[in-house]
């Protein structure tokens, strides 16, 4: 069989770790030359195949590509753009098929969460319908740790790492400062309809009274009354309270604490906000000084605090797609299966697109204890090993050295424009 070319393009939100993700492909499917003749990277994602705006990473050396495993941030741009279905939206999958075609692509490396994973799925059938067979993996990334039949997502050990390290290190300094000034201090989190992020700022502490002595999850309905009773508790029994809120806190009738009022490609309401709103709620109710943080961006791009595991892992699900493309397997994702918590023990198997694509794996009620508030040992133990390690940036004049690309374009070979 002779080589083709490979596509690979980052999706939706980025992480700390998705260009570890991006080497893994990159560098695996160097070792295989005489399959994967190039790959081509969509800049700013699969607008880039639409477009025919793609990157040329084998104008880059080695030692760029390498630079990756610790470079934050998409590198080649990342995209929210969902492809409609075939009959809503042909146009797209046909220009598609025809870039592919045009550039001989033979695969498809698709990194992203649940959204993107559905594109991959439809893009693997409808090559094969329009003739021109895609070998389509999915690369699992996301924050959010939503993703199901994977025991955890690439991006989120390093963002819990982050929150976790966040919580203990504000709530160091509420302590010191609550008997003169500081009672109340909130921390904002992402993770959308999950609640794993915020869980992960539960790590910070380990016994009772111990910070954080409040999570208000996406999974339990925001109770007001019986929130601001335990914030009163805590204050007077520990002489603070620190708070980690997840954007998607709502309640019970579904209606978010806070919403920014936009939506993006997908229809996801942008979240955001909800730290005021809740830190607003105990000034208003109980008169506490307060501070809050809205972590947001910081979170997820925190390269410099990234959990060695997640770096390891990231870079497995990459090498593994290429792997699986090259033993002939398409509409497949590598999803990381726990083998045992302590020592933590994992392996990459696959997992077919049509049984992750749009699905949201939510925080089991297990790992939440009875008064909503906290999480359960059980939850500890799922979470504790995926912070595990550290795997700091080399530094360069007191920053993080990044990689910087060439970016050389692939040079364009249709003729007709395609506008997004
Ligand atoms: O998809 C991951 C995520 O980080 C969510 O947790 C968050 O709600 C969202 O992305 C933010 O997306 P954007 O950067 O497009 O506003």
Redesign the pocket.
């Known amino acids: 069989m002779s080589a083709m070319n490979a596509f690979y393009a980052q999706s ?4 700390a770790v998705i260009n570890a993700s991006a080497c893994g492909v990159i560098e695996t499917a160097r070792k295989n030359k005489d399959r994967i003749a190039n790959v081509y990277a969509g800049r700013n994602g699969i607008i880039g195949a639409l477009t025919e705006d793609m990157i040329d990473t084998n104008r880059e050396s080695a030692s760029t590509i390498a630079a990756l495993m610790h470079t934050g941030g998409g590198a080649f741009g990342s995209a ?1 753009y969902k492809l409609k279905g075939l009959e809503e939206n042909r146009a797209e999958y046909e220009r598609l098929i025809e870039v592919f075609a045009a550039h001989n692509i033979g695969y498809f490396f698709y990194n992203g ?1 649940n959204d993107s994973m559905d594109t991959a799925h439809k893009v693997s059938q409808i090559s094969k319908r329009m003739g021109f067979p895609v070998t389509c993996l999915g690369v699992p990334k ?3 740790n939503d993703l199901p039949i994977t025991d955890n997502c690439p ?1 989120f050990g390093s ?1 819990a790492k982050y929150v976790a390290v966040s919580t203990q290190e504000a709530a160091l300094d509420v302590a010191s400062m609550a008997e003169t000034s500081t009672k109340v201090f909130v921390l904002e989190v ?3 309809h999950a609640g794993w ?1 915020a869980a992960a700022g539960g790590l910070a502490g380990s016994e009772p009274g111990d910070a954080p002595h409040i999570i208000l999850f996406p999974e339990v309905p925001f109770n007001k009354a019986a929130f601001l009773k335990r914030v009163k508790f805590c204050v007077q029994n520990y002489g603070y309270c620190v708070i980690v809120v997840s ?2 806190a709502a309640y019970k009738n579904g209606k978010f604490l806070a919403e920014a009022g936009t939506r ?1 490609a997908f229809g ?1 309401a ?3 906000g909800v730290a005021p709103v809740v830190a607003g709620m105990v000034r208003d109710n109980l008169g506490y000084k307060y501070h809050y943080a809205v972590a947001d ?1 910081l ?2 791009s925190a390269r410099h605090i990234a959990s060695a595991t997640d770096v390891k892992q990231a870079y497995a699900v990459g090498k593994a797609a290429v792997e699986f493309a090259l033993k002939g397997h398409t509409a497949v994702m590598p999803v990381i299966k726990r083998k045992s918590d302590k020592p933590y023990r994992w392996t990459i198997e696959k997992a077919p697109l049509s049984r992750i694509a749009n699905k949201e794996k939510m925080l089991p009620k297990k790992y939440i204890t009875k008064d909503g508030f906290g999480i359960t040992e059980a939850c500890r133990r799922y979470l504790s090993p995926l912070i595990k390690g550290e795997d700091y940036p080399p530094y360069v004049n007191g920053l993080p050295k990044v990689a910087k690309l060439k970016g050389i374009s692939v040079k364009p070979k249709l003729h007709k424009k395609f506008v997004v």
């Open positions: 939706g939100g980025v992480t929210r969460g996301t924050v959010d991006g963002v992402m993770g959308r992020i954007e998607g993006d996801h942008q979240l955001g961006y979170q997820r």
